[in-house]
């Protein structure tokens, strides 16, 4: 069955970077859109980032614009999200996801998900 793994994720001090991975088993990668969904306790779900398939288009949350980076290989079946100038509002926990060809900021339409890798902002 379809595997979506992240990791990456970590405790990180304001204003630090991190990169998360996305592995992808038993799909043809290069077929899917990725994205990127947060979720913090107590909120919904948010829409990070997105991928095509060829990486040609990428779309980004309000919130994240000009400070996250998504980026991926197929030939690895990974995505990334590289994030920079991370604040503590970034804390969540992060969901890769995938759904065949267009990318979409809205969650019910991703097929696939992630476990989640947790990322905590400290001040």
């Known amino acids: 069955q379809v595997q979506l793994v992240e990791s990456g994720g970590g405790l990180v001090q304001a204003g630090g970077s991190l990169r998360l991975s996305c592995a992808a088993s038993k799909l043809t990668f290069s077929r899917y859109a990725m994205g990127w969904f947060r979720q913090a306790p107590g909120k919904e779900r948010e829409f990070v980032a997105a991928?095509?398939?060829?990486?040609?288009?990428?779309s980004y949350g309000d919130s994240v614009k000009g400070r996250f980076t998504a980026s991926r290989d197929n030939a690895k079946n990974t995505v990334y999200l590289q994030m920079n100038n991370l604040k503590l509002e970034d804390t969540a926990v992060y969901y890769c996801?995938?759904?065949?060809?267009?990318?979409?900021?809205?969650?019910?339409?991703?097929?696939?998900w992630g476990q989640g890798t947790q990322v905590t902002v400290s001040s």
């Open positions: 996801a995938g759904r065949l060809w267009t990318i979409t900021r809205a969650p019910e339409a991703y097929s696939y």
């Open positions: 991928i095509s398939t060829n990486a040609v288009s990428t």
